[in-house]
């Protein structure tokens, strides 16, 4: 019997990392190449190729270049510093004080995140219109929304590691005479500070490659570096100069990745071996007026637009009613198909996406969660998409298969969609696959189980919840996708949703308003419905950032 | 320093943490707290840390009522169950948190750590991480930080809970002998009785937020006040008296006698662990109480045993 079952093993063992090892590495990183890689390629071979160094040069030294550059820095960093403002007293309150209501606070403060960035933009436009303040196409109306989005970020990253602090070290500091305020300097403030700097980096790489928040409430005269990829690639057609521009976002922007990237690795080293300790009671007036405060805060700062957004989109003349909705069934003269239509392809072109990104993901995490240098390579590779912009990933297509008519193709935008959910499915599968014991594969092979027969009964039950939750992760981004699609998007068989809200939202008329504030309700009800039935399902392991 | 409690009680939402706690300690002497997990009695050194507030209750140190001292000037030093460690500094900032606290000069700082870390058994680890440190050099760091600052009262949250017997035990040695030798007045946490009969000159037995009972370690383990604390301290043998009450029967009461002859008290042997030279024997009465004893020979299992009681060895205690 143990004669002849050594030899199995061994065999099972060498199968392992023949066949299904092969495909599972092959494919993914073939999908990466073609869908990432080349087109990262073709723009930067455009920038330097089709334009010559020469006109590289001049367009990066022009002033209205320069303009645009220290618009995009200063509009950014502005961002982050009122994002801290608001979400530092939230996560502080959230990670420390016993309150009533915390989870949904927490609930709460999260959702603008998942919001697509279109029903963002709309929400701020009604919200103005409802205050009766001309905020609309001003650098204010870009900095409250971008504070809108990222309060989730700070309060996610910065509260979650807060939360986990030992609070015992800062009672172990008062102890040895530091008082409250000396225990938050110099204990808790240089446990937090590489977080909050990791989370404003974070921040200042999604404002840095805002889109469709500039792009709807800045106006054609705030122009950051992606609206004038967008512009010149789009409208005005000169490839050369975008690529330029892409060229220098991509730099930028891979090199705020990494440093992002490692701030994460130490805030995950930082976290080792973290306890929850007891929060504080709400036992003094001074407590509960701080944190009744910042709840106030919090809930005004995420409501206020969201109930704005509804409520202008029932507002029909002096009254309320339903008839933008009903709209929504109506071609109008602006769009290529009626508002439902649209819709319907922004969430076939989810499903499929979706599919998509799991399959190839499915394929990947196994191989990155195997090793070897082939899944270290594919691992990093995969998260190239996190780290380059929508924009210039689609762009990137216009120029990399304008060779090619793939880009009249239908599957064009769902497969770049698959490409941006592709680093979520991963998030979700890779730690799954990689806390499978291999005991679990030599106990069933032990017991006779082939390599095919694991897979599908030990590795399959156990990583099935995690795919489903990343998948659906992807499906709520392809939804809500706008930079990228509005490369791509041609014609009436790929016009999507946030297209539509976005091509109403950019003509004057209250009718065509309303419409668009009527189909960024639906869209946002959509996601936020996904992303609250993943987020239940979610085991803390899977992770948005 | 004198550390007085009197009639401490701490309420959170529905239990009460502490209930009317009254307890004294001397300049010098070394208290064990000791009970089962949920008893009250981390919640008591926190009190005492003045980590959490009182709901009714004084607690004074060396005559001077705390309650409106706030933690960071209590002068007292807490050494918490599983360290709380700065993890941002290295060994020798921890030790000396507590100095610059203090307004030490630098100078004197540096060779107050390095006294501290000697003392500890820790000499040429200042510069090490915290993330380099065992669970043993752990223990030592988080006593020396608690030390010093010479703390006028020393409290030890279950300080060797982490670690693994041999290690305990060993650290209890050193533990003990350097308390002694600082004479500092040490309140000492610990659900393991032999740790706290180890390191305490009295041991103090709570239960539900309620003292059982205080006393010197041969006081509990010769005179328990309850049934609750005759198991707390290890007895194993409790028999109902038929007279009222139970009996408490230590393991030096039973022998076994020469087979063939008669007993007072007739079990069946359920387990034999050789233990120390001996065998301790586990078995049971008719009535379903325990009678352990210790044996040169071991009795087969399963089979009956005849054993002789020493009557004078037996402890009463009416209910």
């Known amino acids: 019997m143990d004669r002849n079952r050594a030899p199995l093993i061994q065999q099972s063992n060498a199968e392992r990392s023949g066949g299904f090892s092969r495909i599972a590495l092959g494919v993914p990183t073939l999908f990466l190449a073609v869908f990432v890689v080349w087109p990262l390629l073709a723009v930067l071979a455009r920038s330097l190729v089709g334009a010559g160094v020469g006109d590289v040069l001049d367009q990066l030294t022009s002033s209205g270049f320069r303009s645009v550059l220290w618009f995009t820095i200063g509009q950014a960093l502005a961002s982050v510093a009122l994002t801290l403002l608001v ?50 196409r001003s650098f204010a109306a870009i900095l409250a929304a971008h504070v809108f989005f990222n309060v989730a970020v700070v309060v996610r990253i910065v509260g979650g590691f807060w939360g986990g602090l030992d609070r015992r070290e800062t009672e172990a500091a008062m102890v040895l005479g530091a008082s409250p305020m000396t225990a938050f300097r110099r204990i808790t403030l240089p446990r937090l500070a590489p977080v909050i700097a990791g989370a404003s980096l974070v921040v200042f790489l999604f404002c840095f490659t805002s889109f469709g928040v500039i792009l709807i409430l800045g106006g054609p005269t705030r122009a950051t570096l992606e609206t004038e990829i967008h512009r010149f690639a789009v409208f005005r057609q000169e490839f050369d100069s975008a690529a330029i521009l892409a060229l220098v976002q991509l730099i930028t922007v891979v090199a705020l990745s990494a440093g992002a990237a490692r701030f994460q690795r130490r805030q995950s080293l930082a976290s080792r071996g973290r306890v929850r ?46 008839s933008h909705y009903a709209n929504l069934l109506e071609r109008g003269p602006l769009l290529p ?16 996406a979706a599919a998509i990104a799991a399959a190839v993901g499915l394929l990947g995490a196994s191989a990155i969660a195997r090793g070897g240098r082939g899944g270290r390579l594919l691992e990093i590779g995969a998260l190239v998409p996190l780290g380059v912009s929508a924009v210039t990933l689609g762009f990137g297509y216009l120029v990399g298969f304008a060779a090619l008519d793939f880009r009249s193709s239908i599957w064009i935008v769902p497969i770049a969609h698959a490409v941006i959910g592709l680093p979520f499915v991963l998030a979700a599968t890779v730690p799954a696959f990689r806390s499978i014991d291999s005991r679990l594969h030599e106990a069933a092979a032990s017991l006779g189980a082939d390599p095919a027969t694991i897979r599908r009964r030990v590795d399959w039950p156990l990583v099935r919840t995690p795919l489903l939750t990343g998948a659906g992760f992807a499906a709520a981004v392809s939804i809500g996708e706008f930079g990228a699609t509005s490369f791509l998007a041609r014609g009436r068989s790929s016009f999507t949703a946030p297209m539509a809200v976005f091509r109403l939202l950019s003509q004057p008329g209250q009718l065509l308003r309303g419409q668009a504030l009527a189909l960024s309700v639906v869209i946002g009800l959509t996601v936020a419905l996904l992303a609250l039935v993943l987020e239940r399902r979610r085991r803390d392991s899977v992770s948005l950032l | 320093m004198t550390l007085e409690l009197a009639d401490v009680s701490v309420r959170f939402s529905d239990t009460l943490a502490l209930d009317s706690v009254d307890l004294s300690i001397a300049d010098g002497e070394t208290v064990a707290i000791i009970g089962p997990s949920g008893c009250g009695k981390s919640t008591l050194l926190r009190a005492v840390a003045g980590l959490q507030a009182l709901d009714s209750g004084s607690i004074s140190l060396a005559g001077r009522s705390l309650a409106d001292v706030p933690a960071h000037e209590r002068g007292i030093g807490l050494m918490f169950q599983d360290h709380a460690l700065f993890p941002h500094l290295d060994v020798a900032a921890n030790v000396s948190f507590g100095l610059e606290m203090g307004g030490v000069a630098a100078k004197e700082q540096a060779s107050r750590v390095a006294e501290m870390l000697s003392l500890v058994g820790l000499d040429g680890f200042a510069d090490r991480s915290i993330d380099a440190l065992s669970g043993g050099e752990a223990q030592r760091v988080a006593l020396a930080r608690s030390l010093a600052p010479a703390p006028s009262l020393l409290m030890l949250d279950e300080p060797l809970g982490s670690l693994d017997r041999v290690l305990r035990e060993q650290l209890t040695a050193d533990l003990r002998a350097l308390i002694r030798e600082l004479g500092t007045t040490t309140l000492h946490v610990t659900h393991d009785q032999t740790e706290a009969f180890a390191l305490a000159d009295r041991v103090v037995v709570l239960r539900d937020g309620r003292i059982e009972q205080a006393g010197s370690p041969s006081e509990l383990w010769h005179r328990p006040a309850s049934v609750f604390v005759a198991e707390f301290v290890g007895h194993t043998n409790l028999w109902p008296n038929p007279m009222g009450g139970t009996d408490v029967v230590p393991l030096t009461a039973l022998s076994i006698v020469d087979s063939g002859q008669a007993g007072d008290v007739e079990a069946t042997v359920t387990a034999v662990t050789f233990r120390e030279g001996r065998h301790l024997v586990e078995s049971r009465r008719a009535d379903g109480s325990m009678a352990s004893f210790e044996a040169d020979e071991a009795p087969p299992v399963g089979g009956s045993v005849q054993l002789r009681l020493d009557q004078a060895k037996v402890i009463n205690l009416s209910t």
């Open chain 1, 87 to 136: 979400g530092l007293p939230i996560a502080h309150v959230l990670a420390r004080y016993d309150i009533k209501g915390s989870t949904v606070l927490r609930a709460l403060v999260v959702v603008p995140f998942v919001l697509p960035t279109v029903v963002v933009a709309a929400a701020f436009s009604a919200l103005f219109n409802r205050v009766g303040i001309d905020l609309d």
């Open chain 1, 277 to 322: 300790t007891a929060k504080l009671p709400l036992n003094s007036a001074a407590r509960r007026t701080y944190v009744s405060l910042v709840a106030v805060v919090a809930i005004v700062v995420v409501v206020a637009p969201m109930a704005a957004l509804v409520e202008q989109s029932l507002r029909v003349g002096d009254g309320f009613g339903l």
């Open chain 1, 337 to 352: 198909v009626a508002p439902i239509t649209a819709l319907g392809r922004s969430v076939m072109f989810a499903v499929v």
